[in-house]
């Protein structure tokens, strides 16, 4: 249960806890919250331990505590067993006329110096060692003449049972080296390895050393050397020599010897005592040093190794002022203890924590007098654990997260980057102090980085870009958009689209305007064009200008901006709208180019009658270009709505006589468009075209009929001619021809398939040519040219006046012609008769004809016994059951045969009686009549030796589905 006195402890510490983020935060998209818990930041721990008298000093190392007290007695205690604690009497082993000044634990808590002067002249200074490990003091010898003040300990020493070598600093200014080992017997009696003074501070004067800490410089020979008296702070860097492993420190002083002043830090104090302390990071290093003086504690950040050509170990150092009273009444401390961000100061009746970044009062701890005065405050070296004493009673602090607010202070001394470290990744955090730094760098004209920074805080959008507008910072405010857009999800739609919009308008706005001021070469503009260009590639500007896209072009064409529209259109691929604006600027070719580069066929179609207006010839030549991706019945009305001209014309008929010869279109329409063209224009080229497409009314592209029309209105008579003919209107086509060309005409009259036809068409060849010319020779040629007619058909076309003597050799041959026939008739009919003859013969020897089945003889299809069953015999000699050769039948048979088999035999089996005894019209029973039908289908020829066979030569011994399984046999 906690005691009245306890609470009333508790109740007296002041704690200045982690301060509630409390800077205005109306921009941010942050919730106002606490951001942190209530844990104090230093609290005190009271020990459960009461020494047995009032406590002089204290030492604490690697949590080993020890305690001097006014009864000569000294309190050893181990931390890690609280229960287990000694004390022995150290005044029997000094003079009576001494006193302790001061205890010195080293780093491993193994090693203890008691450091003594003499309360009057007859006396002489001591120096007490203890080990540990014993409870013998042993005087080092050497030290009767040095009142010892300040111990620097080795702290690279790794060993129990030696110090190292070691700095003792006196009440004179001397500066000693020894080192100090225990011996190996059970008493651990100390004895001295060397014993040198190495320097003099005061140079002669009595100035004491109240401070004394020396390190390596990483991992080198190099050493610094801290020592403070009062009133300075001296630093000391060089080499040490190293002998049996061991460093001397005697050569880092031999430079100062002849030096008239050595550096140091002054600082005027009126004050007998000073304290210097250090800090030092995970890793143990020296980070930082502070030096308590009577202004305030002097403060620095260690910095050896960049320091070789200055005469100063430490850098940012200022010196931190103490926290004054409510009476103004400035007290100095007469401890302290320095932690990473704070100083922990004592006075006689309170701790004080102050703040190293803000200098400000962060904790404050009263004492009560019941404990007694504070004696000392001390951290220990290794374990970094503070403690407080006071007469009677040991406390230790506990430091949590003392880092908190380190993060705000930076943040007021505009060190932003330091703030955002200490931030741990807290986003509320981070977004006040990029607030901050955004607003800074607005008040300082540094507008666009301020703009960089804004896009990343929660900050209102709406208010940061009003700031701008407000101070005509567009180009900051086009970086701030892209920044926000940058951060934005695909979520996020609408502000998406808001952000690019405007931003489109931004850069349009700024071209146009140095545009109309004639800046459109300068280099202001083609930077801002450079980015406009590099902002339209970015993937989510892309995606959102496949939705919005007709607004941005209506933007950019209400400030007449052709060039980027056209970029635009193409890197969004709509490519309907780059080839709209190519026409749009009468960048006619371009618009082909565009149209020959994508060849998108909807393009075309779209575009066509466009272009074929203005630019005929370069766009039939990209039309033939794309070949058979275009569809030419498409382009139809592209072509139709061209102007009636010569020029346009031509190109028409061009594509359309590259779609029908080069790309075989079959379309009527486009045949008839073309034949209609060259009807009126190229007789020749229609006459070529016509020859082309043949003779066959069914295979030509075009309506015959029409042309035919088309012709007599317009076209030539040979046009006429060859699609009467076309059409079958053979008198018609030979009625035109005749007066065009008598040639023309004999071919007409050889065309038509009927003989009789053909033989009218030359008789009135014959009557046209005869009639007109009445000239035998030339009759008798056409009697030979055409073998159909014979003179008596041509002689009615001659005149009465011409006498029969002129066809006497001509109808003599035909005589001739006719009694040769004769002779071939009879000779005709005397081989048909010998043939049948030799038919009737074969009959009768068939009739005649036996063959021999043995009882052995087996089915060639199913192996059984012949006689077993019906049977089929063959004159070639093969035999076969009659239910055997029908199955085998049915496959070889066609699928009508074989549905007239089934049907038969369904039949067949089914006779009834009455039926059995019906007759057909032929005398035979209907059962018979079924057999034969029967017979005739499945006995027609032998299964293996007819034609069968042969049919079935391209087919496989194997069939497919049973390849694997034989496969598998013979393997």
Known sequence: MTSIFDQYEQASQVSQRAKPATEPMTSSGYINMQFEDNTPMFSKQKMNFNPSDSITHVAVASDYLVLAMANGKLFRLDLKMPDHHEELHYTKFVQQNSKLTGIFLDPLGYHLLLAF??????????????????????????????????????????????????????????????????????????????????????????????????????????????????????????????????????????????????????????????????????????????WLTEPGIFYGQLDPTSQQNSNSLFTQSELINYPTESDDCKETPLSFVLTEF??????????????????????????????????????????????????????????????????????DKQQFELAKEYCYNNP???????????????????????????????????????????????????????????????????????????????????????????????????????????????????????????????????????????????????????????IYKKSYLEAINTLQTLGEPELFYQFAPTLMQVRPKQTVDALISQGPRLAPSRLLPALLACENDEAHAAEVVRYLECAVQELGVRDRALHNYLLALLAERDPAALRRLLGRQGRDAAAVGYDAHFALRLCREKGPPEACVALSALLGLWEAALELALPVDLALAKDVAARPDCVETQR??????????????????????????????????????????????????????????????????????????????????????????????????????????????????????HKAHADCLAAAAAEALGAGARARLQAAQRRLALLSPVELRTRTAAGVSLQDALRAEVDDLVAAECLFCGEHVVRCIDQPFIPDEDWDRVLKEWE
């Open 117 to 290: 002067a003499a309360r009057n002249k007859d006396g002489n200074p001591e120096l007490i060692y203890l080990h540990r490990k014993s409870s013998k003091l042993k005087s080092v010898t050497k030290s009767r003449n040095y009142e010892v003040t300040e111990v620097g300990w080795n702290y690279e020493n790794l060993s129990e049972m030696a110090t190292g070598p070691i700095l003792l600093g006196t009440s004179q200014g001397h500066i000693l080296e020894t080192e100090l080992e225990a011996d190996s017997d059970k008493s651990f009696t100390a004895s001295q390895q060397y014993w040198r003074q190495i320097f003099d501070i005061g140079k002669g004067a009595d100035t004491p050393v109240t401070g004394l800490q020396f390190h390596r410089v990483g991992n080198t020979s190099k050493y610094f050397i801290f020592v403070t008296t009062p009133t300075r702070l001296y630093q000391f860097m060089g080499h040490a020599v190293t002998t049996d492993g061991k460093p001397s420190l005697q050569s880092i002083f031999h430079p100062y010897l002849t030096t008239p002043e050595t550096s140091f830090q002054e600082i005027p104090s009126s004050l007998k005592y000073s304290k210097l302390q250090f800090y030092f990071d995970k890793n143990n290093t020296p980070k930082m040093f502070a």
């Open 428 to 582: 509320a955090y981070i977004d006040i102090i990029n607030v901050k730094q955004a607003e800074l760098l607005f008040s300082k004209g540094d507008y666009e980085k301020s703009a960089e920074v804004f896009a990343d805080t929660q900050s209102s959008f709406e208010t940061i870009c009003l700031k701008f507008l407000e101070s005509e910072q567009f180009n900051a405010l086009k970086v701030y958009l892209s920044k926000r857009l940058e951060a934005l999800d695909e979520d996020d739609k609408t502000l998406t689209s808001m952000i690019v919009i405007w931003m489109t308008e931004l850069y349009l706005s700024q071209l146009g305007l140095l545009r109309r001021t004639g800046h459109e070469d300068s280099q202001e503009y083609h930077a801002i064009q450079s980015d406009f260009e590099v902002f339209l590639l970015h993937p989510k500007a892309g995606k959102c200008m496949q939705h919005v896209k007709s607004v941005i072009y209506d933007l950019m064409s209400s400030h007449g901006d052709k060039q980027n529209l056209i970029k635009l259109t193409i890197i969004n691929e709509d490519y309907e709208n780059v080839v709209a604006q190519n």
């Open 342 to 411: 704070h100083a922990i100061a004592m006075y006689s009746d309170r701790v004080k924590a102050i703040s190293l970044l803000n200098q400000e009062l962060v904790y404050e701890d009263h004492y009560s007098e019941a404990h007694g005065k504070l004696k000392n405050i001390v951290k220990d070296p290794k374990r970094r654990t503070i403690w407080a004493v006071t007469e009677k009673t040991v406390f230790r602090y506990k430091v949590v997260r003392e880092e908190r607010n380190v993060w705000r202070i930076y943040s």
């Open 760 to 877: 009218q068409l030359w008789l009135s060849i014959a009557e046209h040519v005869i009639a007109k010319n009445q000239d035998l020779k030339e009759a008798m040629a056409f009697l030979e040219e055409c073998p159909l007619l014979k003179i008596e058909d041509v002689l009615p076309f001659f005149s009465d006046v011409v006498t029969i003597d002129h066809f006497r050799e001509p109808i003599c041959q035909s005589l001739q012609e006719y009694n040769y026939q004769i002779e071939e008739l009879k000779a005709e009919m005397e081989e048909a008769t010998r043939s049948a003859e030799y038919v009737r013969a074969e009959i009768q020897s068939f009739r005649n004809r036996s063959a021999l089945v043995a009882a052995a003889d087996a089915c060639c299809l199913c192996q059984l016994a012949l006689l077993l069953r019906p049977f089929y015999l063959f004159p070639c000699g």
